[in-house]
T-cell receptor
Framework: EPEVTQTPSHQVTQMGQEVILRCVPISNHLYFYWYRQILGQKVEFLVS????????KSEIFDDQFSVERPDGSNFTLKIRSTKLEDSAMYFC?????????????FGEGSRLTVL | GQQVMQIPQYQHVQEGEDFTTYCNSSTTLSNIQWYKQRPGGHPVFLIQ?????EVKKQKRLTFQFGEAKKNSSLHITATQTTDVGTYFCAGRAAGNKLTFGGGTRVLVKP
């Protein structure tokens, strides 16, 4: 069964460092998302991406965050200068159908710990 | 902005009993989805509801979408230990942003 894969599974970084989280969405999917979940809390929307551009982003997704799809398969989330409060599980998701319906397929997540 | 709220936050259930978790949106939704997240896992899609008043069943799970398309519920009958996890509703108002509720964490007492 096709799945969304994410690397790394866990990253520990120092405050102020740049972090890149990588995702390989399901191959024929067109819509890509990043969500984050602080331990034990809700799943928060960060950004959606379609046709090589951001289609929506939340207030959390400030200038420190960026996304790109550099090679047609990977979908990356970059955090330019990490803060302690960026510590969370980051989930990538993809969807193959219309952006206004259809289920999201989530990866297993990348746990980011900022010290 | 759009807010999605779920109650209860925690549900302790005796194995074999029924329970219901409720989801309310601050805005009218075009559709609502439900996801289950096992401890240490990632959200996994359960179902999508689109029509006003829609009811769908999956074995022991019954999902309902309110007439005004602003609320939804998940009812589980005869709870089993495999039902342990956090159940999230997630609603779409406009656009492709799916907003998750805070989740109901279900613990089952054998």
């Amino acid at each position: 069964e096709p799945e969304v894969t994410q690397t790394p599974s866990h990253q520990v970084t120092q405050m102020g460092q740049e972090v890149i989280l990588r995702c390989v969405p399901i191959s024929n999917h067109l819509y890509f998302y990043w969500y984050r979940q602080i331990l034990g809390q809700k799943v928060e929307f960060l950004v959606s991406f379609y046709n090589n551009e951001i289609s929506e982003k939340s207030e959390i997704f400030d200038d420190q965050f960026s996304v790109e799809r550099p090679d047609g398969s990977n979908f990356t989330l970059k955090i330019r200068s990490t803060k302690l409060e960026d510590s969370a599980m980051y989930f990538c998701a993809s969807s193959g159908t219309s952006p206004t319906t259809g289920e999201l397929f989530f990866g297993e997540g990348s746990r980011l710990t900022v010290l | 902005g759009q807010q999605v709220m779920q109650i209860p936050q925690y549900q302790h259930v005796q194995e074999g009993e029924d329970f219901t978790t409720y989801c309310n949106s601050s805005t009218t939704l075009s559709n609502i989805q439900w996801y289950k997240q096992r401890p240490g896992g990632h959200p996994v899609f359960l179902i999508q509801l689109v029509k006003s008043g829609e009811v769908k069943k999956q074995k022991r799970l019954t999902f309902q979408f309110g007439e005004a398309k602003k609320n939804s519920s998940l009812h589980i009958t005869a709870t089993q230990t495999t039902d342990v996890g956090t159940y999230f509703c997630a609603g779409r108002a406009a656009g492709n942003k799916l907003t998750f509720g805070g989740g109901t964490r279900v613990l089952v007492k054998p």
